[in-house]
């Protein structure tokens, strides 16, 4: 028993040290990248003399680092110009006009529910607080209640006198408090809760906007699909005017891994009231970020999570909001972390850690405990490649600090003398290619023939049957390993009871992403495509999506993680797709068990895959390719027009970039 102990204490930290080593190494190969992007950049050549004159490089780069690059900066200058010139569709050009509002005040809602809005107001600015009052007073759906508890001092005498006004022309239905004293957001927001009468609960900002269709679309989605959480799409504007707006922001569906490492959902959040049984709305515990504690709470408990995929909230951006800079607000870091870890533990894990990303302080990494040290199957197809071969095991072998793994090779039909001379040198003997298995004598690996005309499905399938291990890893031969702790990071999902498949982030030679999540119904066929395509490794993403782990429909077997039982739970990969969407396939079969599917951003290969090539437009390739898309549109097109629900609609599919359409 002693051994035993001993032995898991070893392997723990032998664990830890990978994952710090992976965290050096990726830190200093952005460094390095920053580094050369500088010194190769036409305007660091060209700022030579006035480095000279004024001295002031340092200075100069650290800012440029903290942006991102000067190719960074452009594209966020771009990304800001592409929002504004987006923007009319979805600031006030948006609101209804006077027919439209006529109609749905009379839409015949069978049960037109009370909506309690709650806004816990402190030392508000005069004008902030009466649009966020009039926002609510010019909602089309008019079963509204305003709850607003005031803790603002003497010098804000003005917020009850506007309050009082805006009630006492509201039929009740703006109600207001005085509070003896603030008891912050917390405890200001559950006094709001403590007047509230309604069946379903909204929180309200005292310094944002709604827009006068929100809670007529909210109460749709109440009464059609009996939606219990709602939330949907937001803006970022600055000052007093919604079409100044800053940012876009699409969200997917409910994700609960995108939640855990950054609350996406924020805002409009409205809930019934009974998901909080008797618990308190707002923990001051959690002060500073009450909002993330609270949606994770009750999103854990709603059968029927509905986003309203529509920008329905504005949230100012100004000088002492977290909108403008997370800095107003450095104690919402620490409370965003332990929200997190509360809502970790209540799921039953321990031994986790919540570490800050690069993207943004509370856009989280989750380091959740690997239990054991089970044998991981490596399962590598192959035919010919000699060269692609060897700097892909040589990267696994060099670079991988699991160790315990095996290797699987199926071979398929190769001709040339180099490969099989490759073979024999990694066996440690001379390859038979009649052997239907032959193992390596000093090596965790083995060689497995397959004799049929290629069909990847049948070849990683037959992989399968010859693995040992619990999990299971699909790996073209054209990867080579970046992350040492690249199995530790797809492991600690996999382990996981409600995941399935889980994804690398892969680059091209070139350090460009080709592989960051699989979106159904991008692609040139409308079948699947990979998003954020083509950008540079350093680039965060959309909102940040490139820096954490998120969920996804699917994820490219070019490398994939899955257990070994969830594997043969549906059959393996279907051999009706024997060259593409195999994978995608693969992935919505368990998605359809229940199961998530997860891309992790911190387990990174190289994908060697020719960046230019794409589809044999002359050949036998392309006429297998549409076959299988098409097979791929009858069995799955009903499931792809439903939209992916981790890919927001607004969002246009001709392009993997998060452009609008």
């Keep these: 028993m002693e051994y035993k102990d001993d032995k898991e204490q070893l392997h723990k930290k032998v664990t830890d040290l990978a994952f710090k080593v992976s965290e050096l190494e990726s830190e200093n190969m952005a460094l390095c990248d920053e580094l050369n992007r500088i010194k190769n950049s036409r305007f660091y050549r060209m700022s030579a003399p006035l480095r000279k004159c004024f001295g002031r490089t340092k200075s100069l780069w650290g800012k440029l680092k903290r942006q991102g690059s000067v190719k960074g900066v452009l594209i966020k200058v771009k990304s800001k110009l592409r929002d504004i010139k987006a923007s009319g569709a979805y600031g006030t050009e948006s609101f209804p006009d006077k027919d439209k509002r006529e109609e749905q005040k009379n839409y015949p809602f069978k049960n037109p529910v009370k909506i309690s809005i709650l806004v816990p107001v402190w030392n508000n600015d005069r004008r902030f607080h009466k649009d966020m009052i009039e926002s609510v007073m010019n909602q089309t759906y008019e079963n509204w209640e305003l709850c607003l508890a005031d803790g603002s001092d003497s010098d804000h005498a003005y917020i009850e006198e506007i309050s009082r006004e805006y009630a006492a022309k509201s039929d009740n239905r703006v109600v207001y408090k005085r509070l003896d004293k603030n008891m912050g957001i917390s405890g200001n927001t559950n006094q709001c809760f403590k007047m509230a009468t ?185 035919k010919d490649h000699k060269e692609d071969l060897k700097r892909c095991l040589d990267s696994v072998f060099e670079k991988t600090t699991y160790s315990n793994y095996e290797i699987i090779i199926v071979e398929n039909n190769s001709e040339t003398k180099e490969i099989k001379d490759y073979y024999s040198k990694i066996l440690g003997f001379d390859y038979d290619d009649k052997k239907e298995v032959s193992e390596s004598k000093d090596k965790p690996l083995k060689i497995v023939n397959y004799k049929k005309s290629f069909n990847y499905s049948a070849v990683n399938n037959l992989g399968r049957k010859y693995a040992s291990g619990e999990y299971l890893v699909l790996l073209n031969n054209d990867t080579a390993v970046i992350s040492v702790n690249w199995i530790e990071e797809l492991l600690m999902y996999a382990q996981r009871e409600d995941v399935a498949c889980v994804g690398a982030k892969l680059y091209y030679e070139d350090k460009t992403i080709q592989h960051a999540g699989v979106i159904l119904g991008m692609g040139a066929h409308h079948t699947a495509g990979h998003c954020h395509y083509g950008l540079p490794k350093e680039n965060f993403g959309y909102m940040g999506r490139l820096c954490y782990a998120q969920n996804f429909s699917a994820v490219t077997g070019a490398c994939l993680m899955v257990a070994a039982s969830k594997y043969d739970e549906v059959s393996g990969l279907s051999e009706d797709f024997a060259i593409s969407l195999n994978d995608v396939d693969f992935c919505l079969k368990l998605r359809e068990k229940g199961y998530l599917n997860v891309f992790t951003p911190f387990a990174e290969l190289y994908h060697f895959e020719s960046k230019s090539r794409g589809l044999d437009t002359n050949g036998e390739r392309l006429k297998r390719y549409e076959k299988e898309a098409l097979y791929f549109r009858d069995k799955w097109g009903e499931v792809v027009d439903r939209g992916d629900p981790y890919f927001n609609p607004n969002f246009s599919l001709e392009k993997s970039d998060f452009c609008v359409k």
Excluded at 316 to 331: E, F, G, M, Q, T
Excluded at 357 to 374: H, L, M, N, S, V
Aim: aromatic letters at 12%; hydrophobic letters at 40%; proline letters at 4%.
């Design 198 to 382: 309604g069946e379903y609960i909204g929180l309200l900002d005292q310094d944002d906007v709604l827009h006068p269709e929100a809670l007529f679309e909210y109460m749709k989605a109440i009464e059609e699909k009996n939606a219990d959480y709602i939330y949907c799409d937001e803006a970022t504007f600055k000052g007093f005017d919604i079409n100044k707006m800053i940012t876009l922001h699409f969200k997917p569906d409910y994700a609960p891994d995108n939640l855990r490492a950054n609350n996406y959902i924020c805002h409009f959040s409205v809930f019934k009231r009974s998901l909080l049984d008797n618990e308190e709305l707002f923990r001051t515990a959690f002060d500073g970020s009450q909002d993330h504690d609270m949606i994770l709470r009750l999103t854990g408990k709603a059968k029927n999570i509905v986003h309203v995929p529509r920008i329905l909230y504005y949230w100012r951006s100004h000088a002492l909001s977290v909108a403008s800079d997370i800095s107003a607000k450095p104690y919402a870091i620490t409370a965003a972390k332990k929200a997190v870890a509360d809502s970790l533990i209540n799921k039953g894990f321990e031994n986790f850690t919540i570490t800050s990303t690069k993207a943004f302080p509370t856009i989280f990494k989750i380091r959740y405990e690997i239990k054991g040290e089970p044998m991981v199957s490596i399962i590598i197809p192959n």
